[in-house]
């Protein structure tokens, strides 16, 4: 089985900037769709972004474009996660999440198609 661990959390500033990084276990890291995804209390998972399993095609919801970049180091077994201009609105548990990009070509958005989960990272941005 795959296994993805967060780390790169913390308290920040608003506009600020943090890095967030996940490491991922197994040897087919490169066929995976990497993605971020976040959660406040009360409210449902939200997508950030995601880079698909070729590294070819990136999205992201509205409210972070321009200001988070995701990237991937398949070399490394790794997705990064670069946020800038942090505001407080971002706080939140990011997750990191994969899901076999040959299987799924669609809804990238949608947190139940992707299969693997890590346990999470707070940030937190303070006004």
């Known amino acids: 089985q795959v296994q993805l661990v967060e780390s790169g959390g913390g308290l920040v500033q608003a506009g600020g900037s943090l890095r967030l990084a996940c490491a991922a276990s197994?040897?087919?890291?490169?066929?995976?769709?990497m993605a971020w995804f976040r959660q406040t209390p009360g409210k449902e998972r939200e997508f950030a972004a995601v880079?698909?399993?070729?590294?070819?095609?990136?999205f992201y919801t509205d409210s972070v474009k321009g200001r988070f970049t995701i990237s991937r180091d398949n070399a490394k077994n790794t997705a990064s996660l670069q946020m800038n201009s942090l505001k407080p609105e971002d706080t939140a548990v990011y997750y990191c999440?994969?899901?076999?990009?040959?299987?799924?070509?669609?809804?990238?958005?949608?947190?139940?198609?992707?299969?693997?989960w890590g346990q999470g990272t707070q940030v937190t941005v303070s006004s």
């Open positions: 999440a994969a899901r076999q990009g040959l299987f799924y070509r669609s809804n990238y958005y949608d947190a139940s198609t992707y299969n693997y």
């Open positions: 880079v698909m399993w070729s590294g070819a095609n990136i």
């Open positions: 197994g040897r087919s890291f490169s066929t995976f769709d």
